[in-house]
């Protein structure tokens, strides 16, 4: 009996057709973005763990947790699997993405390579709060080291994360407007997040069965 043979397109395709099934199902269950994102202790409230993940970045590397957020606010409005809109060619035809930046953080190819490769792992992923916290804390004291911008500055930090260190240096941001206006928002947005978050930070430290006195203590 002859057995059907597999065309390589046709295997292509199925192969293309599986990861799209896989992807739109991880973007079902990733969690829904806060209805509140305006108050960082409603954000942390809906979602306790992501206090979890941006306190230890902030340990880690010395961003503050409510600089994290404002960030990744601005970034993707905390949608994990948000990507550039694609160009239409026509008006109609979806074209090519202007960037290949995706997830919280919206970190490009390149750099979240380099962030893999020197502080994440081989199951790092830009669709999880985790590491999306962990790469901005990355970024930003990669930023300090190379502009001297202090880890809290939040405009000057997010005008670097966007132009890059050696557009920042070059003074890049100063003919977009669009990135000045988008900085202002994210140090507006940290100041208020900063003073919401010292009015509860409390519910979220110690929370855990395992968090007890003295190897844990509120601020």
């Not at 108050?39 to 880690?60: G, H, S, T, V």
């Not at 993707?76 to 026509?90: C, E």
């Not at 590491?131 to 502009?147: E, K, S, V």
């Amino acid at each position: 009996m002859r057995l059907p043979s597999c065309h390589p397109g046709r295997l292509k395709q199925a192969g293309a057709a599986l990861l799209a099934l896989l992807l739109s199902g991880c973007a079902a269950f990733a969690p829904a973005p806060p209805e509140r994102q305006e108050n960082l202790c409603e954000i942390f409230r809906q979602q306790p763990a992501w206090y979890d993940y941006a306190r230890d970045a902030e340990e880690q590397w010395g961003t503050p947790i409510a600089t994290q957020m404002a960030f990744i606010q601005q970034e993707s409005s905390f949608k994990s699997h948000v990507r550039p809109p694609r160009k239409r060619i026509l008006g109609f035809i979806p074209g090519p993405r202007p960037s290949s930046a995706r997830g919280y953080a919206q970190a490009q190819d390149p750099v979240w390579g380099e962030y893999s490769d020197s502080a994440g792992s081989l199951f790092s992923r830009r669709t999880h709060m985790r590491y999306a916290t962990d790469f901005i804390g990355w970024y930003n004291a990669r930023t300090h080291r190379q502009t001297g911008i202090s880890l809290n500055n939040p405009e000057h930090l997010y005008l670097a994360y966007h132009e890059g260190a050696s557009g920042y240096q070059r003074g890049s941001y100063r003919q977009k407007p669009r990135v000045r206006r988008a900085a202002s928002r994210v140090a507006r947005r940290a100041g208020r997040y900063r003073s919401q978050l010292a009015s509860c930070r409390a519910e979220f430290q110690c929370r855990h069965f395992y968090q007890f006195w003295p190897f844990c203590r509120t601020d």
